[in-house]
């Protein structure tokens, strides 16, 4: 089946849930834009690198997967070397940040030789494509796959989540004279197949969350499982221990900010769902807030510019570019300069840490 017949089944499934149900929450059209089982944008294909939609920080270059097994190092000393110690990758892509973290950590070979590899990936294409990947991996590590966090066994617990929660479901809301209303996606009657943007008549379920008394936004985005999730992950290292980095992209403006991208271009994100990534701006400080009140400690956010270079990706640049072609080495900085200048991922991009209490300080975060 091509993409595109499947991004057609998936828009006449939404159109018959809307004749059936009513809008639906923004929430909704962006799990079944990017999930569906079926037809869903991760479930059916790779949609990394440059001959797919978007490229992410470990395509870049191996600096970034390399830089953040040393920043594991680090914590995991602090932790006071604890064996086992299960690393969590949520949404691995191509397995690419694990394999550079992998030769990275050869540096230390008792943490090594501690790390259990847990790959939550919810796509059966990734998941085949990393599995494929990482069984070259010399040595082999121990690597298990699960659908969800919750899954993963307890233990102490270092995780990474680089792009991952741009991808979870948001629900939209606009303040009313009357309270808040949720933004909802209909069918476009004006225009066959389209779909466009809505505003409830009244309260909807997702409306009641919200606290009546917080006037202070026009408009708001939240996102329950980003939410919940950062709850799971501060609440697993407070009662185990361990260190969490997250970094994604963060909204330079205000108001919503659910963005398609497709073919390295900005796309509409109602047109042709399941055809384009869709990806909403992350909330560290709602993050850091639910992380602080599950009892764990919170590092940053800050930008990954001035993460990578406290974790010295400049002087690791220089090493990789010894002795190598002049072709190669000016390869080597571009990356750095895309993972790590303001005009590119430097500041548009943050990192927070999320960590058992003892972790009172961790690379990458120090006061400066
Ligand atoms: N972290 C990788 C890939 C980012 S793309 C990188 O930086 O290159 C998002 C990844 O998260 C994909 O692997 C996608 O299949 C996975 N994913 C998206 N939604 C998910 C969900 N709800 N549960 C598990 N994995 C999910």
């Known amino acids: 089946m091509t993409n595109c017949h499947q991004s057609s089944l998936l828009a006449a499934y939404l159109r018959r849930l809307i004749n059936a149900n009513g809008p639906l929450t923004v929430a909704r059209y962006m799990s079944e834009a990017l999930n569906n089982p ?5 479930t059916t294909r790779d949609p990394l690198g440059t001959r797919g939609d978007f ?32 690393l969590v990758e949520l949404g691995p892509g191509r397995g690419t940040l694990i394999s550079d973290l992998w030769r990275g950590i050869a540096v230390s070979p008792d943490f090594r030789a ?17 599995q494929q990947r990482l069984s070259n991996l010399r040595p082999l590590p121990a690597l298990d796959w699960y659908s969800r966090l919750a899954d993963v066994p307890d233990g102490t617990l270092m995780l990474i989540g680089n792009e991952f929660f741009d991808a979870l479901p948001v629900h939209q809301f606009v303040a009313g004279a ?17 779909f466009r943007y809505v505003l409830s008549h009244g309260r909807t379920p997702a409306t009641a969350w919200l606290d009546s008394g917080n006037k202070s936004a026009d408009a708001m985005e939240v996102c ?23 970094i994604d992209f963060v909204a330079n403006y205000l108001d919503f900010s659910l963005q398609a991208v497709r073919g390295h271009d900005h796309h509409d994100p109602l047109m042709s769902p399941g055809s384009a990534d869709l990806a909403c701006a992350v909330n560290f400080a709602a993050l850091s807030k639910v992380a602080r009140t599950a ?26 570019a010894q002795g190598v072609s002049a072709e190669t080495s000016q390869m080597i900085h571009s990356g750095r300069r895309r993972l790590t200048e303001p005009g590119f991922m430097g500041e548009l991009f943050q990192a927070m840490a999320i960590t058992s209490g003892s972790l009172v300080s961790v690379a990458g975060f120090e006061p400066t």
């Open 38 to 42: 079926s037809f869903g944008y991760y």
């Open 55 to 86: 490229t992410t920080a470990p395509e870049i270059s191996q600096m970034f997967g390399e830089l953040i097994g040393a920043w594991f190092i680090d914590c995991w000393r602090g932790l006071g070397a604890p064996d086992p110690v299960l």
């Open 114 to 130: 501690a790390v259990r590899f847990c790959l939550v990936e919810a796509s059966p294409v990734l998941r085949s494509q990393q």
């Open 178 to 194: 009357d309270g808040w209303r949720e933004r909802l996606i209909d069918r476009d009657l004006c225009q066959a197949d389209a």
């Open 224 to 246: 329950p499982s980003g939410l919940s999730l950062a709850h799971d992950i501060a609440e697993r290292v407070t009662r185990v221990g361990g260190a969490a980095l997250i």
């Open 295 to 320: 009892g764990a400690l919170v590092h940053g956010p800050r930008g990954q510019g001035a993460f990578l270079e406290s974790l010295g990706i400049s002087s690791r640049a220089e090493r990789l």
